[in-house]
């Protein structure tokens, strides 16, 4: 789960990183208030950053983000930020549209550093990535130029800190001051602090921002979750923004289903995520492109592949179904029945192909044949692949 850079500093800031002041609005009217306010302040900022508030990188060469000196400038602005969407190498082309702006004091900066925090599953540890140049253009840094982008493993154990050399190699790596160093310590121990007590999977700082006083600020911040601690964590899950989900995986969510849409046009309903992943690849080697990834699982009822079915073809760029069963715990004549309720009750236009192995297939197998449905059997995985992605080109 992803949750929005006001949230992430709120977060990290209750752990005591330089996060800087900020409000977050939900209306021009609100921004102007905030912008009033950060700039009446005594010793305030000069000018305030309007940051729109999307799960996506990129918002700034978007448009999504603007320096403005006034309140009158800002409620502008902001007019037009609101509702707009904005389109972000992250977001693909629908892009995403802003619901929220981050009123936040305008730092001066005299270098940008990237840093994050992530889990290594490779190693089992945690590693921390450090970047000399952050800011906007770290991915073009990490395509051009990987050798500036340094990796450093943490196995942390039972001690709650990471050790004093990382902290100094890092240092290193920036160049940083030596003044600015026992900063940098604080800012790493929060960062694995806040990743290993709310279940995080990525913590990042892009920039950590350098001022001209020697100081270290968080200009901006990233935080992931482990969706299946979400139960134990109440405070996390309560900053779940659905504006930000895809409406058809939160329905699935409630069903026990896993649906992540993508942006094919044949729909895949199999039981396991490995199988999953081989359908959506095989489908691909035949030329053809999945719209979703849709996980029945191994437990579920006739009722629920009936509810699968009704998920995928909420979908208008679905042009052909593939049902790829492999039935342990999952019985092939409940998937069968299941399809078949679902054609019924939906009126299925689109090809459909189906292979079913294991239990209870031909009992399944028989009530498919019996239904009198416009079924395309495959005898096997590829053979169902290359069977609906020809169907679709016959069209």
Known sequence: MNIHEYQAKELLGLLGLPVGQGICCNTPLEVEWATRTLLGQKNGPKKVVLKSQIQAGGRGKAGGIKLVSTPEEALKVSQELFGKILVTPQTGPQGKKVHKIYVGAAEDIAAEYYLSLLVNREKSCL??????????DIEEVADHHPEKI??????????????????????RCFDLPATAVPALKKILEGMVKSFTEYDASLVEINPLALTPKGELAVVDAKMTF???????QKKIAAYRDYHEEDTRELQASQYNLSYISLDGNIGCMVNGAGLAMATMDIIQVYGGIPANFLDVGGGNSQENVTRAFELILSDAQVKGIFVNIFGGIMRCDLIAQGIIDASRKLKI??????????TYVEKGKELLKESGLPIDFATSMADGAQKIVAAIKKG
């Not at 590693?127 to 906007?136: F, L, N, Y």
């Not at 340094?150 to 240092?171: M, Q």
């Not at 482990?226 to 134990?232: G, K, M, V």
């Open 349 to 358: 236009s689109v090809p459909l192909v189906v292979r079913l192995e294991g």
């Open 226 to 232: 482990d969706e299946s601690a979400l139960f134990r």
């Open 150 to 171: 340094h990796t450093f493993s943490v196995h942390l154990f039972n001690k709650p800190n990471p050790p004093n050399f990382l902290t100094l190699e890092i240092a």
């Open 127 to 136: 590693s921390i990535v450090a970047c000399k140049e952050g800011g906007v």
